[in-house]
């Protein structure tokens, strides 16, 4: 079974709504203590944020951690590879999307986790690290005009990365324009995927997340994720 679980949120914690999920997260793999892999190449491997993971992961959730630092350490690829495939899950984290799709593809990781995705190894993305996971993503570029860039495809669909208030013209003109069918999440919450189709939500507020895309008459739609 291929499982990953997308996180839309800027932060490991902040509520009881985010730690629910990661509650969540490792009580699914009904194992006393998972091993987690934690990819925070996306903050520049930032201290705090392995900090943080650690405080959540090891001292509250009780699971065995295993940092991998593409920014500041050198790994050879059969490292990289035994320590993803003894994992139970890989948590890639939250920072900039580009930064983190450099150095997955520089390092071969791309290739390390898709194969972990399809041996069933739980993937799970938080911010950047969940809209990396996705076949393309919508993001600002330096003019904050909104732009369709690829992410590493595994789950052959759009990502909107932009939040509520960035729903406007350009940006719906976009997802007409090229015909994309895009996921919008609204902060803390979460999807969970199984076998590339949305099992369920994870969320405990009444705000929507919802499906974007262009109706026969090329209007833009809203679907509600149930």
């Not at 593809?105 to 799970?124: E, F, P, Q, R």
Request: net charge neutral.
């Amino acid at each position: 079974m291929k499982n990953i679980i997308s996180i839309k949120h800027n932060k490991l914690e902040d509520s009881s709504n985010i730690m629910n999920i990661h509650k969540y997260i490792v009580e699914s793999t009904e194992k006393l203590k998972p091993r987690v892999s934690y990819i925070s190449a996306a903050s520049y491997d930032s201290f705090k944020e392995i900090e943080e993971f650690y405080k959540i992961y090891s001292e509250i959730l009780g699971c065995s951690i295993i940092p991998i630092t593409l920014t500041n350490k050198e790994y050879d690829f059969e490292e990289l590879e035994n320590i993803i495939y003894n994992s139970d899950i890989l948590f890639l984290g939250d920072g900039d999307i580009l930064l983190l799709y450099n150095y997955l593809i520089s390092n071969g990781m791309d290739i390390i986790l898709k194969n972990a995705y399809l041996k069933g190894i739980k993937i799970v993305g938080i911010g950047a690290g969940s809209s990396i996971l996705y076949k393309n993503i919508l993001i600002k570029n330096r003019s904050s005009a909104p732009i369709k860039i690829n992410g590493l495809n595994f789950l052959d669909i759009c990502i909107n990365n932009l939040d509520s208030e960035d729903l406007k013209d350009d940006l719906l003109k976009l997802i007409i324009r090229q015909n994309l069918r895009c996921l919008h999440l609204r902060n803390e919450s979460a999807l969970e995927w199984i076998d590339n189709k949305i099992n369920k939500i994870i969320s405990s507020s009444k705000k929507k997340s919802y499906m974007i895309e262009r109706d026969t008459n090329n209007n833009i739609q809203y679907t509600e994720l149930i």
